[in-house]
């Protein structure tokens, strides 16, 4: 089955202990990118990489980070979480970056709580 | 930058009534696409229709369909025969075909369908 896979689905820290949340998909995407959702805001780019060791700022980015050594596999990395990044987080990918209207396949979402 | 606006934080109708979900956007760009996604309890992201902006022709999915205004930058979705799994989060995108690659969302729109 074609999906993306993020873990863990739910996640409780506390300030200053460095975390990952991973994300794998099985469908040989080259486009993968994470974002995060808060209320009121909707879905914000933290983010997105066009390929292998090839990644790019979204419209968020202070705080993570991110690395692309695998074609299926884009963790996000929070050194030092802080209480502002408690936030529901997806990962997604498609077929073709380039192609702007293909279809993103989105994880099931991971909510991440600092204290 | 792309700004993408839904004024309408929650909406209320009941079952097998159709309702509209509206949505603004602000471009420079004349080449871009348009999305709305549903999010139910669930949590997953689910495509719903899209529309190419060099197409006149309105989107339609089933009991989904659009008003796509482009001078006005306007993008309603309507949901005819509404029924109780359409109780969701929706979610109104817009991505350009040029430059960086993301997604911009708009900040949701609770639906609920009341048998």
């Known amino acids: 089955e074609a999906q993306v896979t993020q873990n863990p689905r739910y996640l409780i820290t506390v300030t200053g202990k460095k975390l990952t949340v991973t994300c794998s998909q099985n469908m040989n995407h080259e486009y993968m990118s994470w974002y995060r959702q808060d209320p009121g805001l909707g879905l914000r780019q933290i983010y997105y990489?066009?390929?292998?060791?090839?990644?790019d700022k979204g419209d968020v980015p202070e705080g993570y980070k991110v690395s692309r050594k695998e074609k299926r596999n884009f963790p996000l990395i929070l050194e030092s979480p802080s209480p502002n990044q408690t936030s529901l987080y997806f990962c997604?990918?498609?077929?073709?970056?380039?192609?702007?209207?293909?279809?993103?396949?989105f994880g099931s979402g991971t909510q991440l709580s600092v204290l | 930058a792309q700004t993408v606006t839904q004024s309408q934080p929650e909406m209320s109708v009941q079952e097998a009534e159709t309702v509209t979900l509206s949505c603004t956007y602000d471009t420079s760009e004349n080449n871009y696409y348009l999305f709305w996604y549903k999010q139910p309890p669930s949590r997953q992201m689910i495509l719903v229709i899209r529309q190419e902006a060099y197409k006149q022709q309105n989107a339609t999915e089933n009991r989904f369909s659009v008003n796509f205004q482009k001078a006005a930058k306007s993008f309603s979705l309507k949901i005819s025969d509404s029924q109780l799994g359409d109780t969701a989060m929706y979610f109104c995108a817009f991505i350009k075909i040029q430059g960086a690659q993301k997604l911009v969302f708009g900040q949701g729109t609770r639906l609920t369908i009341n048998p």
């Open positions: 990489s066009m390929n292998v060791e090839v990644t």
């Open positions: 997604a990918s498609s077929s073709r970056g380039r192609q702007r209207n293909e279809k993103l396949f």
